[in-house]
């Protein structure tokens, strides 16, 4: 079921790259960008945290905390993160309930793999209630960087 601007976003517990249990309610308060990508090291994802990564000051300016989640091992996001130096947290959701909760379940994806996280990105407001949604139709896209900074700015303003 696809969710919808203004519903309340589902919560979660996941465990970061440093092992850590991240909860989105941990950031009630805080405007939260939800990053959800297919896997790390790949070359459209190596190149989307990387340009997040780059413009995470603007992020801060916001007020906002980004996340990154993908069904990788929290294993091979740490090695991802350090490698990458990437400031902000990535979430292993290695059992699928998170990208499931959120309607981004890619069945298949490529060389026989199946149930990767499909390329989306959310904003979860300071009350909780999502307010932008972006979903990719395929892993190969890119997301549109400017319209979630457009939406940010727009809740910095409210």
């Not at 959800?36 to 989307?48: A, I, M, R």
Request: aromatic share 14%; glycine share 6%.
């Amino acid at each position: 079921m696809a969710l919808s601007i203004g519903q309340p976003a589902p919560d979660f517990t996941l465990y970061s790259s440093e092992k850590q249990p991240v909860s989105l309610t941990d950031f009630r308060g805080k405007n939260v960008v939800l990053l959800f990508f297919p896997f790390v090291y790949s070359s459209v994802c190596t190149k989307e945290l990387c340009t997040v990564q780059e413009t995470f000051g603007a992020y801060e300016q916001f007020g906002a905390q980004v996340l990154g989640i993908s069904v990788d091992p929290l294993f091979a996001a740490a090695r991802f993160r350090q490698e990458y130096n990437i400031r902000f947290p990535l979430l292993s959701d290695f059992n699928k309930e998170v990208t499931r909760r959120y309607d981004v379940l890619l069945d298949e994806f490529a060389f026989g793999y199946r149930g990767v996280a499909r390329r989306a990105t959310f904003v979860v407001d300071k009350s909780g209630i999502l307010r932008y949604a972006e979903v990719l139709g395929s892993p190969g896209d890119f997301p549109d960087l400017n319209r979630l900074a457009d939406a940010l700015a727009q809740l910095q303003d409210e």
